[in-house]
T-cell receptor
Framework: NAGVTQTPKFRVLKTGQSMTLLCAQD?????MYWYRQDPGMGLRLIHY???????AKGEVPDGYNVSRLKKQNFLLGLESAAPSQTSVYFC?????????????FGPGTRLTVL | DAKTTQPNSMESNEEEPVHLPCNHS???????IHWYRQLPSQGPEYVIH???SNVNNRMASLAIAEDRKSSTLILHRATLRDAAVYYC?????????????FGTGTRLTVIP
């Protein structure tokens, strides 16, 4: 199993450009998450999904949109990138909402917005 | 979710035990205590979790105070690979989405 994979690994954008980050998992997990991590900080939840076709806002959703058209994929979109969105983005997935289920994280996407 | 307090950093000698403390004085009866760690340039990985009783797994042990207001993650024999940021997180099992709220964690340095 590849686990959780993220595409791309690195990206540089100019202010105002748009892009989509792709997260894929091959563990048949129901729940998927997008986090961002700024330097010296912990991770903050952007959006999450509890199943195919569903999404919900997390702690810092402004400036981002998400879609979960297929169970194995969770896309994070930036419609008009801003320098404040320079960060490392992590995707995670888990089997379901139960406490026993650990979250599995991808390797991250490092995004720089100039 | 209730907050946790951890030291910013700790050091340990290689092959010695490490005790990483976490205070959670406002913990509720339905909060589980989770620990994740983040190795350099990687995503976080699950370490261990517990509710009231001490827990052991292949990675670590979790010691939970009787009043549950604090807990300690124990690495029995630190290796250089254990150098990471360790996060103590409370999870309310009544909340359905299994969201994790990360603080700034404890950066563990392992000295050869």
């Amino acid at each position: 199993n590849a686990g959780v994979t993220q595409t791309p690994k690195f990206r540089v954008l100019k202010t105002g450009q748009s892009m989509t980050l792709l997260c894929a998992q091959d563990m048949n997990h129901e729940y998927m998450y997008w986090y961002r991590q700024d330097p010296g900080m912990g991770l903050r939840l952007i959006h999450y999904s509890v199943g195919e076709g569903t999404t919900a806002k997390g702690e810092v959703p402004d400036g981002y949109n998400v879609s979960r058209l297929k169970k194995q994929n969770f896309l994070l979109g930036l419609e008009s990138a801003a320098p404040s969105q320079t960060s490392v983005y992590f995707c995670a997935s888990t089997l379901a909402g139960g406490l026993r289920n650990e979250q599995f994280f991808g390797p991250g996407t490092r995004l720089t917005v100039l | 979710d209730a907050k946790t307090t951890q030291p910013n950093s700790m050091e340990s000698n290689e092959e010695e035990p490490v005790h990483l403390p976490c205070n959670h004085s406002t913990i509720s009866g339905t909060d589980y205590i989770h620990w994740y760690r983040q190795l350099p340039s990687q995503g976080p990985e699950y370490v261990i979790h517990g509710l009231t009783s001490n827990v052991n797994n292949r990675m670590a042990s979790l010691a939970i105070a009787e009043d549950r207001k604090s807990s300690t993650l124990i690495l029995h024999r630190a290796t250089l690979r254990d150098a990471a940021v360790y996060y103590c997180i409370l999870r309310d099992y009544q909340t359905g989405a299994n969201n994790l709220f990360f603080g700034t964690g404890t950066r563990l340095t392992v000295i050869p």
